[in-house]
């Protein structure tokens, strides 16, 4: 136990600079214990090799204590249990039905409907004068694609982006009332799909499932909307944080401009450097398990540090440099094993447009003061992105 690094997630020290903590720990040791008031004893895996394992060991499962999970009413309860929860045989089940509605094929053939969702989102931004990128255009972007995704009518949308920013904030009242709205929401999308499907995500889910014979009840429908709204919001982190990385790597930023085919190299790239998931989602062995020679007992949280597995120099060349033309780039960004990101396509589709649209439309994009991160252990953002935007010509 002595020979196991500690983080504490309650040092301001460390959360100045996690990367820099989780990668400390990671040099000492492939197992890292995590120390936070409240909680047990909590595991962190350091390395890339035993990371990828330990997401794809079926005796580390995850579970609804995995999740802090809000409070709704009581006639909601049904739809709480998301894929996420599940492991085995169920997820595998649901797994397979969902997969083809998020295929690459399928997210590069949604690009035009984020292509245009996007520019309207920069026609609204103010030129020549400071604007909080993060605020105005990275938070709002996932929430208008899930809308166009699901097939959330126009006029109920600008309800929905209102869930978007409670969602985003996590936590609160607001929060706490959006949650059973967004469920509202989704069954009447889900009941709409039925009666008149349309070219949306669940009416093409519905369309799979009588094709292929097994199918998605209703309940599992409306939990896939509202898990989609939860989940879908990851690129808000990541745009903001891509657009922090590019603007403090003006000679990778230059070639991107200079070659914009380089695009979705540098999504990968990002993913490897700036992915706002810390940490994964926390496995519960079901026995006592051991990770390179620690030994973790039955039922003790376990979890993977993305950001030290993906700047792991026993995996990555010049691990500490960003280069956006590496290849390959196996990141954990979107996770590995079972569980590995449904809607990763779809994520680096609207990164990719995101940031394309951006250089493309603003070549003297500069930062118009700090962009602080939160102190946040498990997850790198943002608190704002104060940036001018002058657009060419």
Request: charge should be negative; include cysteine.
């Amino acid at each position: 136990m002595g020979d196991v690094p500690e983080i504490d997630l309650t040092d301001p020290a460390v959360l100045s600079d996690l990367v820099a903590a989780y990668a400390h720990a990671r040099e000492e040791s492939p197992v890292a214990r995590l120390v936070a008031p409240g909680f047990g004893p909590f595991w962190a895996v350091t390395r890339h090799e035993q990371a990828r394992a330990m997401l794809g060991d079926p005796r580390l499962e995850i579970n609804e204590s995995s999740f802090m999970r809000p409070d709704v009413p009581e006639h909601c309860l049904r739809y709480m249990r998301t894929m996420s929860e599940m492991n085995g045989a169920e997820h595998a089940r649901l797994r397979r039905l969902v997969a083809p509605a998020f295929t690459p094929r399928r997210a590069a053939a949604f690009a035009p409907r984020i292509e245009a969702i996007v520019e309207r989102l920069l026609d609204e931004l103010p030129a020549g004068e400071p604007v909080d990128l993060l605020a105005h255009f990275a938070r709002p972007l996932p929430m208008e694609v899930i809308c166009e995704l699901v097939g959330i009518p126009d006029a109920d949308r600008p309800q929905w982006r209102e869930y978007g920013a409670a969602v985003a904030s996590g936590h609160g009242e607001k929060f706490s009332e959006a949650i059973p709205a967004i469920m509202e929401g989704a069954r009447a999308a889900v009941a709409e799909c039925r009666a008149e499907p349309g070219d949306d995500l669940v009416s093409d889910l519905v369309r799979l499932m009588e094709e292929d014979g097994d199918r998605l009840s209703d309940d599992e429908l409306v939990t896939l909307v509202w898990h989609l709204v939860l989940a879908g919001q990851t690129p808000t982190n990541l745009i903001a944080n891509a657009v922090v990385t590019l603007l403090a790597h003006p000679g990778q930023l230059a070639a991107l401009r200079a070659d914009p085919e380089l695009m979705p190299r540098a999504v990968e790239e990002l993913l490897r450097w700036c992915a706002p998931a810390l940490l994964t989602v926390p496995r519960f062995p079901r026995e006592d398990v051991e990770i390179d020679g620690v030994s973790i007992p039955k039922g003790e949280p376990v979890t993977a540090s993305i950001t030290a597995a993906n700047r792991d120099p026993r995996v990555f060349a010049d691990a500490g440099t960003f280069d956006i033309t590496r290849e390959p780039a196996p990141h954990l960004g979107f996770g590995h094993g079972p569980h590995f990101c449904v809607g990763a396509s779809l994520a680096r589709v609207q990164t990719g447009v995101a940031l394309g649209a951006l250089l493309r439309r603003f070549p003297d994009l500069a930062l118009a003061g700090e962009a602080p991160y939160a102190p946040d252990p498990g997850t790198l953002r943002l608190t704002s992105l104060p940036v001018t935007l002058r657009p060419a010509g």
